[in-house]
């Protein structure tokens, strides 16, 4: 007579978790869009995904908000700020402070000095206001690369965007995948006004750049940003030698309309 031997399959130590996909995206996408408080949010992010999880932060007011929720949830994200060498002293000041208020490091991720030095003996230092293509040169070098390479390897990568930031951003998803990275990216503020981020912001007395309270909304580096008048829209102030439309550093130009 046979006897029916239990089998035990012991869990493979060398697999290795499954990469996001298209179908990763979607789902979290519709998950997110149920959960109403961005730290609910930054959770279901951080379960449904594997692998590092990215959050690049401008030090703008969402992404003190979505920083204030990541320190909220206790999840594991690689906090970065992209140091493009032109910095306000007042966002330095917003990283300190919020560095000391989370208890958290945000890494300074700089460009690559020899991109950044061939860059400069070829346009100048203020290169970037002779022509758009100087500027984009020099955001590619600042920023674009640099992010690349931040975000190389993760399976998630979290931003501040909000549909209601400007018509470019009218259909930003929860999340998305962009396929040229690999990557999930997401928006855990992508239904939220400005009304309910302000209040969000003073409920909780998120450290914010003091810069936001001298007309300055909108703040990316010290040479290409400037005040706003009453009545301008809140990007007025950022290359605003440019023509007004399309006004982008590259950041999100693969997956959502700008940044
Ligand atoms: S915002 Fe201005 S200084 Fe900063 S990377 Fe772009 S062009 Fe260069």
Redesign the pocket.
Known sequence: MSRDIPIHLAPDATAQPLAPTETTARALDAELAGLATPTDRIRAIRAALPGRIAFSTSLGLEDQAVLHAIADSGADIDVFTLD?G?HFEETFDTIAASEARYGLKIRLVAPDTGELERLVARDGVLG?RTSIES??A??D???VRPLQRALAGADGWITGLRRGQSNGRADVPFATYDAAQGIVKLAPLADWSVETLERYVAAHDIPVNALHAHGFPSI??????RAIRPGEDIRAG??WWEIADGKE?GLHSNTAPRS
Not at 220 to 225: D, N, V
């Open positions: 493009t032109r970037f500027r984009k020099c955001c070098v600042r920023k990316g580096c010290q040479p290409c940003t950022r290359w550093c």
